[in-house]
């Protein structure tokens, strides 16, 4: 594939050196090696620590890094990237089984809060940092640093979607409630709308990349049937359930058929993506848990996955029976993908929660 042609760089070129292999825990009182990414094979049952570094001179670790995003290649699932609060951009072309880092220094430290992959083009990435959106088109030879970067003081990207019927549309939110799309792959900006809340989560119709989803931290959702001219705000039927308002995250089977939204009040299931939503009966009480990580059966949409911390939840019914697992970390589960190379696997994400 050309992928794997693409990205096999001289490994002395992308990987750490000599010392500081190793990525520093949180300052919280999470264990220092119980980070990073974790993989399922068998629906939780049990969990595998994917956390090699490989380097020059040793095998160095990620075990101690905080995970702010989980992206997986969508033309090939053995590509992942991965964004760390305080170390940069990572990747990894085995499944995780070991991970590297870019070239570009800037990318190698700090927080990456999103990574998004263009669904027609394997080389070309969107990596979101702070106020700036970088964008690669030769697989992370290079990196253009100002694709989109944000001027106003404490405004900062949020998250990335890129249609996959058009990659050349690109939508964009920030930390204000402003929502961007670009038209010509990040070339130039118009903003679509405002809502004065924070968006969180942009999610593309699986089925009509003209329909977009927009989950916000207060206001709830924002939805548009046909590509980003008119908006409907959906808020007032979830009054019923407090805090169902905040949006943690969204996620979609392979063919729209079901939108699970993570929110304060717990997990809503739309069949009209976004249009009504309903809770999903759970084994906690409304708002008693935290969750930010969810997964639907990419072909199933009875399958459910999501993940708090300590402990992993999963019904194969849609929601009427749930089963419980305990998690290899004390972290704060952040992101929870299938992998679709097995029907009962999962990559999840974890970063200590900050003080």
Known sequence: MRRAQALLLPL??????GQGCVFPGSRSTSSAT??????TADAGDSWTQLAALPAARA??????ANILALEADPQDAAVLYAGTRENGLIF????????QRPRLDVLREGAITDVEVDPQDVCTVYVVKGQ????????????????????RANVRITDVAVDWYNPSIVWLG??????????????????????????STILVHAGDSRRVLVGTEGNGFFRTDDAGQTWTQIRDQLRNMRGSDTVRALAQDNGARVAIAATSYGLLRS????????????????????????????ERVEDIAYAVTGTFYRTTDGGQNWTTDRLPSTRVPSHLLNDPTAPNAYFLGVAAAER
């Open 34 to 39: 119980d980070g990073g990414v974790f993989r």
């Open 59 to 64: 095998i160095g670790s990620i075990a101690g």
């Open 132 to 151: 700036r959106l970088y964008k690669t088109e030769d697989c992370l030879r290079s990196f253009n640093q100002d694709v989109y970067v944000e001027t």
């Open 12 to 17: 002395a070129a992308l990987v750490l050196l």
């Open 174 to 199: 920030e930390s204000n409630g402003d929502l961007h799309k670009s038209e010509d792959g990040g070339r130039t900006w118009r903003r679509v709308f405002d809502n004065r809340s924070a968006v």
């Open 271 to 298: 069949v009209d993506f976004g249009e009504t939503w309903e809770p999903l009966q759970l084994l906690t009480a409304p708002g008693q848990v935290d969750i930010r990580a969810v997964a639907v059966g990419p």
């Open 92 to 99: 990894s072309l085995d499944g995780a089984a070991a991970w």
